[in-house]
């Protein structure tokens, strides 16, 4: 088996908070959890919206849809700058990627 890319290591981690924040119970959601996912998220999707080049338009805000969706947007945003990471043809370790899989690595609930 070869070595884990960082864009791999990036989805990964995607999919680790994603799932972190399902299993997180309602009170801890409420708590903060879910505010600081959806600013995640909203990191992830200004990320994905500067690799796609738009210039100094501001990327459009992930809107908050309440504590029981924010895992899906964390997913969604993150898949999103996955796909321009992949674009943008991200090297195989370091750059982008690995700093944002960095982000997502240091993320707490």
Avoid at 81 to 102: F, H, I, N
Wanted: aromatic share 4%; proline share 7%.
């Amino acid at each position: 088996m070869g070595t884990v890319t960082a864009l791999e290591e990036f989805d990964a981690a995607v999919e680790a908070v994603s799932d972190r924040l399902r299993a997180l119970p309602e009170s801890v959601l409420r708590r903060g959890a879910a505010a600081r996912g959806l600013r995640l998220a909203r990191e992830l999707a200004r990320r994905a919206w500067e690799l796609e080049g738009h210039g100094d338009a501001a990327p459009p805000e992930v809107p908050d849809l309440g504590i029981f969706v924010v895992a899906d947007q964390v997913a969604v945003t993150g898949h999103d700058l996955s796909e321009a990471l992949r674009r943008a043809g991200t090297p195989p370790s370091g750059g982008p990627a690995a700093e944002a899989a960095a982000l997502l690595r240091g993320w707490r609930p």
